[in-house]
Each structure stands twice: as C-alpha cells, then as structure tokens.
C-alpha cells in the first residue's frame, strides 16, 4: 500500500529552504521541537560545502481525505507563516532541514546547544581562505560565533570582532546566511579591499570551492501523496525516527484534530485534572487508555446498529481499540463520547472502591480500566443494580486471579465489552474473560510481591473481608483510606522463619503475609506468635476472642498461629485463600493433597519469585 503512494526524486537544496521560507513547506504540528547541537550543525554544513551526502528527507503532501494534520512553520521562520496554508509537510529530515534553515536562509541567530546542553544562539561563518586551500578539512573552514559576533579567549580578550560588514571583510570571514544571496556582500567585499587583484582572486576561487556547491546541492526527497492513509504516515513516520521518542496515538490524534480547530490536549487536560484530583485509583490513567475506550463504543455503536439494520454477522463492522482504529477517530467522535467516558471511569472509580482498591498502586491492571469504563458506559442505568454489580465483580476478578491482562489485550476489551453487557442484560452466558480464567493452587506459592496483579487482588479481597489491624482493630480499609501507613507484612516473621529453618520461597508467599499498620509490624518484630499476639492483647487492652474474630478476618486460623504450628497455619490459610478466590471468581480450584505441607514447598517452591513477579523494586516494607 505505502509503496505504490510515494514518488521518490531529488531536489535542489535551496528550492526546500525557499519553500520553508514561504510557507509551502511546513512541519506536522505532531513533530516535536528538538536543537541540534552546535558542533552537530557546523559538521552538516561543513558536507553540504564539499557536497557529502546528508541523507534523504521524506514530505507529505497535504489535502488529502485522509490525513489532515495542524502545521506549523520550521523554527525560525517568519510568524506571518503560520497563516499559510502549506503544500507539504516534513515527516523526516526536520533536524537537517531546520538546521540548514536557521543557518544558511534565517537572519536571526541559530538556538543550538553546546557540548554540555546548554541553550545557545550562534551565527555561522566561513573562512574563505581555509575553505579553498584544504577541501577534505572543511569543518575547520566552518566558525561558530556568539550571537554577539564576539569571539572571545578564555580571559574575555576579544580575538574576533565580526559585529559589523567591514570587520567580516577584513577578516575574510562570509556569513553562511549570505550563501544564496552573495551577490551584494562580494561588491562590499571587493569595494573594502579596493579591488585587490588577490581579493578578487580568492573570493572567486571560494565562490566556485563552496557558494557553487551550496546552490548545486541536491537533496534526495521521498515525497508521500496524499492519497495516503493515515495509519501509513504515522508507521512510516515512527520507522523513518528511529532514533527519537515513539509518539503516541494522543499526540497524532492531536494534530489531526488541530486542523480541524479542536484544542484535544487542553480538551483532555481537563478530563485528566478532574478525574485525578478526585479519583487516587485513577492516577496513572492515561491518555491513550481514555482514546482506547472511546474507540470500543464508537465501534461497538457502528457495529450495533449495522446488525439493528439486518447487515449480517460476518458482515458487519468489528469491535476495535487498535491503534489504526483509533487513528480513524473524528472530533465529533470524541465530542459524542467522551463526557459519557470521562463518567465511565469515574463509575468504575467507585466500583473499584466498592471491591476495597482505593490508590492507583493497589490496582492490579491500569489496563482492565478500559473495558470495564466502556461497559459502564454501554449499560448506563442498567449498571445500577445489585445482581449487575454482582455479575461485573466477578468478570473484574476473573480477569484479576486468572492475570489476563498482562499481555496483548486489545483483542480481549473487544470481547469484553458486549460479553459482559449482554451478560448483564441476561443476554448471553459467560463472557469468555470468565471461561479461560484458572487459578492454580500452586500460584499461591509463588505470590510473593505486589509486582503481581493476583497479589494485590487477594489483598484487596482480604480488605472486603473486613481484615482488621493486629493492634487497633481498625479495618484495614478505613487505615488505607487515610493513608496510615498500610503495607503487607509478615504473619510468621521472617527472622523466627530463619531460625527455624524455613526457607525464603516459603516464608515469604502471600500465603504467610497479612495487611497491617508499620507501628503494629514494628511491635511485632522477630517474635513468635504465641509471644507477640498475647503482647499486643496486653498493650492493646485487647481480650483473646476479640484477637481471634481480628485473625478470622485475615482468614487465619487462630489456634495453628497461636501455638507456632508454622505448617498447619500454611496449609489451613492457603485453604481460605482458595476459597476466598473461588467465591471471587465463581469458579471452583481443583485441590493438590499435601500441596502446602513442608516436604513439597519448601523443596519444590523456594527459588526465588518467577520472572513476571521480578520486573521492578518490591515495594513491600521489610518484616
């Protein structure tokens, strides 16, 4: 496709520059803003000058149907520019070109930076004598002068003044600016030196050595129609850029939506201030998350009312939130949904509470935000009642334990949107996020960090037990929502673990870890259970019943944990886990006899977290 939608020539130097500085040619308002540094640019002009290869660059013609993107002038052009309407737009060789602007058309000084980043402006120089007697030594030809056109030494001696025509003459000195308009500066330069035979002389040797080759030099050009889609320009941009910044669905779609004077990012801004300043859970939702959701409804809508219109199955348009589909998105598409979607998020803001997972670094995937947004959105009122909400959680906690949404997952929203709506509405049976979710019994053993989706959902379903902390009693919830400091610690501390011989695999699974205050792990310390649990009775005026309806809510057995029986507390709070997992899910975990007694653990189960668990710092407050 991208191949028969592209002609491929090669054009003079300073008819792009011209272009650049007229107008016709602009840059995708998407391009980023970026300064070459100085020594970077004198090399480019330095090959320019002995008419060394720079690279192609690769344009877009403008007006098609498909692709209207906001431009912008190349920096340093006239602000009368942003008026015009261009012709063509670059999507590769902005650097080269911009620099090549500044430096050779521009009449004010070129932004650049040094060789340690600092911002800098600077004016570009040829030594003319340089230039002609040493061609393969050309960048020693190239001067970079202040924008004062001061050159000073390193004790502030001037040692190059060019701040005037005549101190440029007589230094032999040309301004690059003047490179396709020399004309006027050769008749001062000949009138200063009084028409001396060598002056004239050596200007015409520079004139052929370098003016010549600047005004010959050919660019290779790869210019895209305008027929082309897209989807095509933003791969080819992204593959052609290799070495910058990947930009994102957001920054394209607004660009595209620029042109058709709809301010997207300030639109979004806005949507994100409200929705995070309001709403901890949603703190590291992101803008191509919300575009996503979007893109589900509005295709979701086109396919239902296809089907509403007799247009078979197979026929009708599909369900996406791929990033081709997005990039197909309107403005009167955003203006129709997202109001409604901004709403989704907030409502599964509250759902999320309602299931005990209050901040963003509690929530097991920033990802399943997306379609569980749409669906609120798809069954608006009909999300309210108590069998919906029902129905919902347990399609949330599937996708949770069974960890479905780790991986490639836009094909899964796509499913998950009219599956679980039609389930809601009683429609359709399981949506197939609650046939392929599983959960092995084994996993429990290998739960050991909040890196894992599966971990902070038990955690969180431990919260909607009602699990309460060890010393105030205080449900863990209301400490979380009041940030007191809530982290997951170990039941068993992990120095008595050592001590007796349990091995790290073990004593660190989530089977052996509870939700508790750092002031009630602190008292704990390394102390047995049947030390520390009469300790924090005493010190908390707590009565013994009163701690064991505490450890009940934890799903931990009392009895196992007060006499320091390590391994008929594993096994036994391994079981309320499972259990606890099935009445999340509605699915049954078929049983392993023997699974979380010392002999199979501890030989089988103690190397260390898996790699899906290791892919960042374990944010757990050491036992």
């Not at 320091?564 to 509605?586: C, H, M, N, P, V």
Request: aromatic residues 8%; glycine residues 6%; contains cysteine.
């Amino acid at each position: 496709m991208i191949s028969a939608s592209f002609d491929s020539t090669k054009t003079p130097l300073q008819d792009l520059l011209t272009a650049a500085n007229n107008g016709k040619l602009q840059l995708p308002d998407f391009q980023r803003n970026w300064i070459w540094e100085d020594d970077r640019i004198q090399s480019l002009l330095a090959s320019v000058s002995v008419s060394f290869p720079i690279g192609a660059v690769m344009l877009l013609e403008t007006g098609g149907q498909h692709v209207r993107f906001k431009p912008r002038p190349i920096a340093g052009a006239p602000d009368r520019l942003a008026e015009i309407a261009p012709e063509t737009l670059i999507l590769d060789g902005q650097q080269r070109l911009t620099s090549l602007y500044r430096a050779l058309l521009s009449v004010i000084p070129v932004d650049t930076k040094d060789a340690k980043g600092k911002p800098i402006r600077r004016w570009y120089y040829l030594d003319m004598k340089k230039a002609v007697a040493v061609e393969d030594d050309r960048e020693s030809a190239v001067l970079s002068v202040p924008e004062d056109r001061l050159v000073k030494a390193f004790g502030g001696e001037i040692t190059v003044n060019l701040t005037s025509p005549e101190r440029e003459f007589a230094a032999d000195l040309f301004p690059v600016n003047r490179v396709f308009a020399n004309a006027e500066w050769r008749q001062s330069y000949n009138k200063h030196w009084q028409y001396a035979p060598e002056k004239i002389q050596l200007y015409d040797r520079f004139e052929q050595a370098v003016i010549k080759v600047f005004e010959r030099y050919q660019v290779p050009v790869i210019a895209l129609k305008k027929e082309t889609p897209k989807e095509a320009v933003c791969l080819v941009f992204e593959r052609v850029n290799t070495g910058g910044v990947p930009l994102t669905v957001f920054e394209l779609l607004t660009a595209s939506f620029a042109a058709d004077n709809f301010q997207l990012r300030d639109d979004w801004n806005a949507r994100e201030q409200r929705m995070k300043s309001q709403h901890p859970v949603l703190r590291t939702l992101q803008s191509d998350d919300f575009l996503q959701a979007i893109s589900l409804l509005v295709t979701h809508s086109r396919r239902r009312d296809a089907l509403a219109e007799g247009v078979p199955v197979d026929k009708a348009p599909g369900i996406s939130c791929k990033r081709k589909d997005i990039l197909k998105l309107e403005v009167d598409d955003w203006k129709s949904w997202a109001d409604r979607v901004e709403e989704g998020f907030v409502r599964a803001a509250r759902f999320l509470y309602g299931q005990k997972i209050f901040r963003e670094k509690d929530l097991p995937y920033r990802t399943q935000l997306v379609p569980l947004a749409a669906i609120f959105v798809d069954l608006d009122k009909e999300s309210e009642t108590v069998g919906a909400r029902q129905q919902i959680a347990r399609w949330y906690w599937c996708g949770v334990l069974g960890e479905l949404y780790g991986g490639a997952i836009e094909t899964r929203f796509t499913r998950d949107l009219p599956e679980v709506a039609a389930l809601v509405r009683g429609d359709a049976a399981a949506p197939i996020t609650i046939s392929e979710s599983s959960f092995q019994p084994n996993r429990l053993l290998t739960l050991r960090t909040r890196q894992s989706a599966a971990y902070k959902g038990i955690h969180a379903l431990l919260m909607r037990e009602g699990g309460r902390d060890f010393r105030t009693g205080d449900p863990i919830e209301a400490q979380t929502l009041f940030d007191d400091d809530i982290d997951i610690h170990h039941i068993f501390p992990e120095r008595w673990c050592k001590a007796n011989g349990l091995k790290s695999g073990t004593y660190n699974s989530i089977i052996n870890k509870a939700a508790l205050s750092a002031r009630t792990n602190r008292q704990i310390g390394g102390r047995a259970p049947s030390i520390y649990l009469p300790t924090l009775q005493r010190e908390a005026g707590i009565e013994p019943t009163q701690m064991n309806q505490i450890l009940l809510s934890h799903r931990i057995l009392p009895d196992s944990l007060r006499a320091d029986q390590f391994w008929d507390f594993y096994a036994a709070r391994a079981e309320e886990l499972l259990k606890l997992i099935e009445s999340a899910t509605g699915k049954s975990i078929a049983r392993e006899p023997e699974l979380f007694r010392s002999g199979a653990v501890q030989a089988e189960y103690d190397e260390g977290p898996p790699e899906w668990e290791s892919e960042g710092p374990v944010a757990e407050a050491a036992s």
